[in-house]
């Protein structure tokens, strides 16, 4: 098969990661298979730079000691990866089960919200039944969904209903349309899992993250339970283990890959085949989550015009990938910095939020709205407003933290003139495709002074810093930018 | 999530149409197709989100099978009262949270209908699929458009100004789903504008006018770049018209920043009052959907005056009640219907957790001078018989019944062009 292009590599690292520099493209012009696994087989590629800028910009030894470990910590800490990791897609998968098993600060101890986003990144890639059953019986779901609170005689049916509506099976078969499941299969399966309990570290622990889960016999109800339709004295693993081979879970999971790294799914009957197709990989398998994403990312449904920007932009993708792709330097800063108030350090977590996405706290146990989701007036207008924060951006402080852009970054793209400038910084941004009415304007645009004269264009310091930041703004606020 | 198509961006090729004007949406150049809503009548939309436990909001406290179906949660007659120590009873069946002190002052008044019993065929307990089921007012949940984006497709293009907005949240909430509206969603008005670096404030009309340019072309509109775009467009023209309309807002009422419902309602007093073209406002408060700690429980026993709902409750109840007084100070009260709806009511039966399950019905809310105040609607039977297999009651009152008496006696519509059917008049407008 052919090497990929530089647009198809473009294309691979948005998705798999958080796009990158032209160099790191370039990295990825190779065959569809070896470029995929590049980036998948992520185990077998070096971390230790990043690791050494966590370890000396994070202290969470002592979850106790708020001032180092509180959600703005832990928000700093998620971006701090996203941005300097070699694994990018280990980052992107573990975003994804965030979202597929979304769970929140709102409710759920931040200690917890972090146990749970190492368990997500440690079963990333691993059998979807794994996967399921470590999240099930971590300290955060059971407080999310109330199992901690379930018990023989009265559950709770919170967890057996999202269980089944949003993480495994969806409420309709998302090919055949049949009802998944019933009220009746909610109420028996809520009993599967009564008694689910954990408990956490002895005083004299040194590991203040040791949460272990057990389940306490005599909450636990132990008689016949009747799911779809079997009786048994079925427990709560024994319906992981069940849902977990159901095609419908098969096929729910296909769909929200899709919908996350190609394109969201219709319910046309050519979808439907292309659910099928990849679900069988996902049943031959074993449920391994490795191969399914694999046989996703080599496809010619990832790679063909329909994927192509075919997602909208997260506001995770729009921040990392912008700072990524323009070479911006990210200056996380010191220990603790998160929780001073001091917005230039935590302000990527901040600003995610004001796009719509903020980290460990996602609004409601379906996750975040994906594509259309992140559309809406006072979003974009804040997208527009991260665009402008990181132009704004200028000091030649190596130590400051914060986000920003030096001039002479900006001058190694700025061309002799305004048309191959503009041309530049499209390629570098995306390449962001547009029409060339555009492309003029934004050409007009760098040649214009402030009375609205049309005054011709000098790669100059003075102009650099004033048109060339506006040009990178004004790139980020078109319409083409907000396309993954 | 609407269905999408296929992209056309490539390099271009999507752009279609080139030259045709954009609908001026909600900032209007056309004329309105239809009559409109009578010129000065609002609807306030508010959005209690997650379940909102009905039988704990307008309580049937002689019913023996709401005391046994709820030994931790129930309310009995003496606890019905408020922190003025008021009795919150509004009949000899029914009183309202202890919580809810002011809306039993707005009841005593004559302004609130409150109707029971309220659901839908066929319920669904799936938080999100129930939503769009009230959302779109079509019972299968699959419809991409909102009722009120129904209504604004139909009645408010071509109006002038700001017909409509959600306010403080950051969604744009499924109701408002339209056609060819873009009803904006403003989460905060300081945020609400376009920056660009402040360093060159002499460089700030050319940014905006090359992003006009870009943001006028036009798309096909059932893409990604359609929707983006469009909504990009009318984003910047209002944020520009929010930014000198909001400024000339005073008033003696002070929202409290702690109740983000108040934070809202603060928000649709600043339009309501300086932008005179709203029409609809939208705004919601979540946190309703309690499985867990429903009421507190501190050593184990039930604390009822303390939970989250009681705090809920107290924050909607305070906010509206704050919310009127703003309106009457500034002589809309009697242009104003406010209506608050939540996807589902909670189960008669109580869980282990201090909390309630997913139920079917509830009760819906209808506040304002035009309203005729009472209760409508019946008390569903919690006898065992009348539950259905999960235990929870049936409906009497269709959630569109409600929609369709707003759309035709306040808002000037025909409610079957928007709802697709006739619903009967519930009477809580003259």
């Given at each position: 098969?052919a090497?990929?292009?530089y647009?198809?590599?473009?294309?691979?690292l948005?998705?798999?990661g958080f796009?990158g520099?032209?160099?790191?493209i370039e990295?990825l012009?190779?065959?569809?298979?070896?470029?995929?696994?590049?980036l998948?087989?992520y185990?077998?590629?070096?971390?230790?730079?990043m690791?050494?800028?966590?370890d000396?910009?994070f202290?969470?030894?002592?979850?106790d000691e708020?001032p180092?470990?509180?959600?703005?910590e832990l928000?700093r800490w998620?971006?701090?990866?996203m941005?300097?990791?070699s694994r990018?897609?280990?980052?992107?998968m573990?975003?994804?089960w965030?979202?597929?098993?979304?769970?929140?600060?709102?409710?759920?101890p931040?200690?917890?919200m972090?146990i749970?986003n190492q368990t997500?990144?440690?079963h990333?890639?691993?059998?979807?039944?794994s996967?399921?059953?470590?999240?099930a019986k971590?300290?955060?779901?059971?407080?999310?969904l109330?199992g901690?609170?379930s018990v023989r005689g009265?559950?709770?049916e919170?967890?057996?209903?999202?269980l089944q509506?949003?993480?495994?099976?969806?409420i309709?078969?998302?090919v055949?349309?049949?009802t998944?499941?019933?009220?009746f299969d909610?109420?028996e399966?809520?009993r599967?899992?009564?008694?689910?309990k954990?408990?956490g570290?002895?005083?004299?622990d040194?590991?203040r993250?040791?949460?272990?889960?057990?389940?306490?016999?005599g909450?636990?109800?132990s008689t016949?339970k009747?799911?779809?339709g079997q009786t048994?004295n079925?427990?709560?693993?024994?319906?992981?283990?069940?849902i977990s081979?159901?095609?419908?879970?098969?096929?729910?999971?296909?769909k929200k890959?899709?919908?996350?790294?190609?394109?969201?799914?219709?319910?046309?009957?050519a979808?439907?085949a292309?659910i099928?197709?990849?679900a069988?990989?996902?049943i031959?398998?074993?449920?391994?989550?490795r191969e399914?994403?694999r046989a996703?990312f080599?496809s010619d449904?990832f790679?063909?015009?329909?994927?192509?920007?075919?997602?909208v932009?997260?506001p995770v993708?729009?921040?990392?990938?912008s700072i990524r792709?323009l070479?911006?330097?990210?200056?996380?800063?010191?220990i603790?910095?998160?929780d001073?108030?001091d917005?230039?350090?935590?302000?990527?977590?901040?600003?995610?939020?004001?796009?719509?996405q903020?980290?460990?706290?996602?609004?409601?146990?379906s996750?975040?709205k994906l594509?259309?989701?992140?559309i809406?007036?006072?979003?974009?207008?804040?997208?527009?407003?991260?665009?402008?924060?990181?132009?704004?951006g200028?000091?030649?402080?190596?130590?400051?933290?914060?986000?920003?852009v030096?001039?002479?970054q900006l001058?190694a793209?700025?061309?002799a003139?305004?048309?191959?400038?503009v041309?530049k910084?499209?390629?570098l941004l995306?390449?962001?495709?547009t029409d060339g009415?555009?492309?003029?304007q934004?050409?007009?645009?760098?040649?214009?002074?402030?009375?609205?004269n049309l005054?011709?264009?000098?790669?100059d310091?003075?102009?650099?810093?004033k048109?060339?930041?506006?040009?990178?703004h004004?790139?980020?606020?078109?319409?083409?930018?907000?396309?993954? | 999530m609407p269905?999408?198509?296929?992209?056309?961006?490539?390099?271009g090729?999507?752009?279609v149409?080139v030259?045709?004007v954009?609908?001026?949406i909600w900032l209007?150049e056309?004329?309105a197709?239809?009559?409109?809503?009578?010129?000065d009548?609002?609807?306030l939309v508010i959005?209690l989100?997650g379940g909102n436990?009905?039988?704990?909001t307008?309580i049937?406290?002689?019913?023996?099978?709401y005391?046994a179906?709820r030994?931790m949660?129930a309310f009995t007659?003496p606890?019905?009262h408020?922190?003025?120590g008021?009795?919150?009873?509004?009949?000899?069946?029914f009183?309202?949270?202890?919580a809810?002190?002011?809306i039993?002052?707005?009841?005593?008044?004559g302004n609130?209908?409150?109707?029971?019993?309220?659901?839908y065929?066929?319920p669904?307990?799936?938080h999100f699929?129930?939503m769009?089921i009230w959302?779109?007012?079509?019972?299968?949940g699959?419809?991409?458009?909102?009722w009120l984006?129904k209504?604004?497709?139909?009645?408010?293009?071509?109006?002038?100004?700001?017909?409509a907005?959600?306010?403080?949240?950051?969604?744009?909430?499924?109701?408002f789903?339209?056609?060819t509206a873009?009803?904006?969603?403003?989460i905060?008005?300081q945020?609400?504008?376009?920056i660009?670096?402040?360093?060159y404030?002499g460089?700030?009309?050319?940014q905006?006018?090359?992003f006009?340019?870009?943001?006028?072309?036009t798309?096909q509109?059932?893409?990604f770049?359609?929707?983006i775009n469009?909504t990009a467009?009318e984003?910047v023209r209002?944020?520009?018209?929010?930014?000198r309309?909001?400024s000339?807002y005073?008033?003696?009422?002070?929202?409290?920043?702690?109740n983000p419902?108040?934070?809202?309602l603060?928000m649709a007093?600043q339009i309501?009052?300086t932008?005179?073209e709203?029409?609809?406002?939208?705004?919601?408060?979540?946190?309703?959907?309690?499985?867990s700690?429903?009421?507190?429980?501190?050593?184990?026993q039930?604390?009822?005056l303390t939970?989250?709902h009681?705090?809920?409750?107290?924050?909607?109840s305070e906010?509206?009640?704050?919310f009127h007084?703003d309106m009457?100070?500034?002589?809309?009260?009697?242009k104003?219907?406010?209506?608050?709806w939540s996807?589902?009511?909670?189960?008669?039966?109580?869980n282990a957790?201090?909390?309630t399950d997913?139920?079917?019905v509830g009760?819906?809310?209808?506040?304002?001078?035009?309203?005729?105040?009472g209760i409508?609607g019946?008390h569903p039977?919690?006898?065992?018989t009348?539950l259905?297999?999960a235990?929870?009651?049936?409906f009497s009152v269709?959630?569109?019944?409600?929609?369709?008496?707003?759309?035709?006696r306040?808002?000037?519509a025909d409610?079957?062009?928007?709802?697709?059917a006739?619903?009967p008049?519930v009477?809580?407008?003259?």
């Open positions: 098969m090497i990929l292009t647009e198809e590599a473009a294309h691979l948005r998705r798999m796009a520099s032209p160099s790191q990295e012009s190779k065959e569809r298979g070896s470029a995929v696994d590049s998948l087989n185990n077998q590629i070096d971390n230790s730079a690791q050494s800028l966590l000396r910009s202290d969470f030894s002592n979850p708020f180092k470990f509180n959600r703005a928000q998620w971006f701090t990866r941005v300097y990791t990018p897609f280990e980052e992107k573990t975003l994804f965030h979202n597929h098993f979304a769970t929140a600060a709102s409710k759920v931040e200690i917890f972090f749970q997500l990144r440690t990333a890639l691993d059998r979807f039944d996967l399921l059953a470590a999240v971590d300290p955060a779901m059971l407080i999310w109330d901690i609170t009265r559950p709770n919170n967890w057996a209903r999202e509506e949003l993480f495994t099976m969806g309709q078969d998302a055949s349309g049949a998944s499941y019933t009220e909610v109420q399966i809520a599967c899992f009564t008694g689910w954990f408990f570290p002895s005083r004299t040194p590991n993250f040791n949460y272990q889960f057990f389940i306490n016999p909450e636990f109800d016949a009747t799911v779809y048994a079925f427990s709560g693993d024994d319906i992981i283990g069940i081979a159901r095609r419908a879970t098969a096929r729910f999971l296909v890959f899709f919908e996350f790294f190609v394109y969201p799914l219709d319910s046309t009957a979808d439907k292309t099928e197709k990849f069988d990989v996902y031959a398998s074993n449920h391994s989550i399914v994403l996703i080599v449904e790679f063909g015009e329909r994927s192509r920007f075919g997602l932009k997260s993708e729009l921040i990392v990938g792709m070479g911006a330097r990210y200056n996380p800063g010191a603790g910095r998160g001073r108030g917005q230039v350090s935590y302000i990527l977590g901040g600003f995610s939020a004001l796009l719509g903020e980290l460990f706290n996602p609004a409601d146990v996750g975040w594509n259309l989701g992140w809406n007036t006072s979003l974009l207008l804040n997208r527009f407003t991260y665009a402008a924060f990181q132009i704004i200028r000091t030649r402080d190596l130590n400051a933290p914060g986000v920003w030096a001039n002479d001058r793209y700025t061309k003139n305004a048309k191959k400038t041309q910084f499209l390629t995306g390449p962001v495709e009415k555009t492309v003029r934004l050409r007009d645009y760098l040649q214009t002074d402030d009375r609205g005054v011709g264009f000098t790669n310091d003075p102009t650099i810093d048109k060339v930041r506006g040009l990178v004004l790139i980020m606020c078109l319409s083409e930018f907000q396309l993954n | 269905t999408t198509r296929r992209q056309f961006i490539k390099r090729a999507g752009l149409t030259g045709v954009m609908p001026r209007g056309a004329r197709q239809s009559g409109g809503p009578p010129a009548h609002r609807l959005q989100a436990d009905g039988f704990n307008l049937p406290y002689t019913d023996s099978r005391h179906l030994p949660l007659e606890e019905l408020d922190a003025q008021r009795s919150t009873l509004i009949s000899d069946q009183g309202l949270h202890p809810m002190g002011k039993k002052n707005l009841y005593d008044q609130v209908a409150i109707v029971q019993g309220v659901g065929p066929n669904n307990l799936s699929l129930s769009d959302h779109t007012a079509d019972v299968s699959l419809a991409r458009k909102g984006g209504y604004a497709d139909l009645a408010l293009i071509g109006s002038p100004g700001l017909p907005a959600a306010l403080g949240g950051g969604e744009l909430p499924k109701s789903n339209a056609e873009v009803i904006p969603n403003i905060n008005f945020l609400f504008n376009f660009a670096d402040p360093s404030p460089d700030y009309n050319n905006i006018n090359t006009n340019a870009s943001a006028s072309r798309f509109t059932d893409t770049m359609g929707s469009k467009f984003s209002g944020a520009q018209l929010v930014q309309a909001v000339g005073t008033s003696s009422v002070v929202y409290p920043d702690f419902l108040a934070v809202a603060k007093a309501m009052v932008m005179p709203a029409r609809l406002i939208y705004v919601q408060m979540g946190g309703f959907d309690h499985h700690d429903q009421v507190a429980h501190p050593n184990g039930p604390s009822k939970g989250q009681s705090v809920l409750l107290n924050w909607f906010a509206v009640n704050l007084v009457t100070e500034h002589g809309l009260a009697d104003l219907v406010m209506m608050q996807e589902f009511g909670r189960r008669p039966g109580e957790s201090f909390g997913h139920g079917t009760s819906m809310f209808l506040i304002g001078n035009p309203v005729k105040g409508y019946n039977s919690l006898a065992a009348q259905d297999a235990g929870n009651p049936r269709d959630f569109r019944e409600v929609y369709a008496t707003i759309l035709d306040w808002l000037g409610s079957r062009a928007v709802l697709g006739t619903y008049d009477g809580f407008l003259a």
